[in-house]
T-cell receptor
């Protein structure tokens, strides 16, 4: 079955405490892996696209990496304003659509 | 500014009534999508359209209908056949099928 699994469901960190979020996928014909940030009551905001294993993208305190079966979103020295739900999504050619994981709720304490 | 506009932000309906959610984009994107989000869950695909006058069912299409008569517009109708319609509905668009999605800010529908 095609699916995207994110872990952990929730993560609480102290300000400055680095960590990683995981996104594993089982699909045929990966066409792109996407990371989004979602604030409460808002639509998701696009962060990164990764297309092939070994690829990395960075933006401020965030760095996304991709292997053949999973992606990691590394957050370095997070600040309280990084608190949000982070969603992973996968586009794949066997179904011509994009499916989402259930997200990781990240909370950064000052 | 280019973007996606969903209206209204909040919508209340009585059980048994059909309701239509609006989605308009001025990004000149070909592909448009409707997702549903329930508390603590990810986004589930309802319908998507890759081109005007064509659309496909997503994973949870039962009880919903769409139309794509114009490139800019992709309205979603929640019918009385949808058993659990209360949810947060998100519309998105992309340049093409596997490009990053641009989202609107959602419509929260409450049916009592």
């Amino acid at each position: 079955e095609d699916q995207v699994t994110q872990s952990p469901e929730a993560l609480r960190l102290q300000e400055g405490e680095s960590s990683s979020l995981n996104c594993s996928y089982t699909v045929s014909g990966l066409r792109g892996l996407f990371w989004y940030r979602q604030d409460p009551g808002k639509g998701p905001e696009f962060l990164f696209t990764l297309y092939s294993a070994g690829e990395e993208k960075e933006k401020e305190r965030l760095k996304a990496t991709l292997t053949k079966k999973e992606s990691f979103l590394h957050i370095t020295a997070p600040k309280p304003e990084d608190s949000a739900t982070y969603l992973c999504a996968v586009g794949y050619s066997s179904a011509s659509k994009i499916i989402f994981g259930s997200g990781t709720r990240l909370s950064i304490r000052p | 500014d280019g973007g996606i506009t969903q209206s209204p932000k909040y919508l209340f309906r009585k059980e048994g009534q059909n309701v239509t959610l609006s989605c308009e984009q001025n990004l000149n994107h070909d592909a448009m999508y409707w997702y549903r989000q329930d508390p603590g869950q990810g986004l589930r695909l309802i319908y998507y359209s890759q081109i005007v006058n064509d659309f496909q069912k997503g994973d949870i299409a039962e009880g919903y209908s769409v139309s794509r008569e114009k490139k800019e517009s992709f309205p979603l109708t929640v019918t009385s056949a949808q058993k659990n319609p209360t949810a947060f509905y998100l519309c998105a668009s992309s340049i093409e099928t596997y490009s990053p999605l641009h989202f609107g800010n959602g419509t929260r529908l409450t049916v009592t």
